[in-house]
């Protein structure tokens, strides 16, 4: 998304499941611009792969205690 002429990451409405569907409390909810972005973090957004599969660092609370899985797509 470009806002004022300038790269922006933004959530895409509706596009949120479980415990991400309320976009509203998404950091990226409104227009946030690239260059306002971490340098690791801009990197990921800009060069970084497709899809990304990780663990996070918090435990899920429903069915066992373990990390969840962490699934980024671009």
Known sequence: ????G???IVVEPGSGLGLLRN??????AE???VSTLAN???????HGPLLIINKTNAE???????RMDY???K
């Open 23 to 28: 976009e509203g409390d998404s950091r990226f």
């Open 31 to 33: 227009p946030v611009p």
């Open 40 to 46: 690791g973090i801009r990197e990921l957004a800009v």
């Open 71 to 73: 699934v980024g797509v």
């Open 6 to 8: 300038e790269p922006a």
């Open 1 to 4: 998304v470009r806002q004022t």
């Open 60 to 66: 899920s609370t429903v069915h066992r205690r373990a």
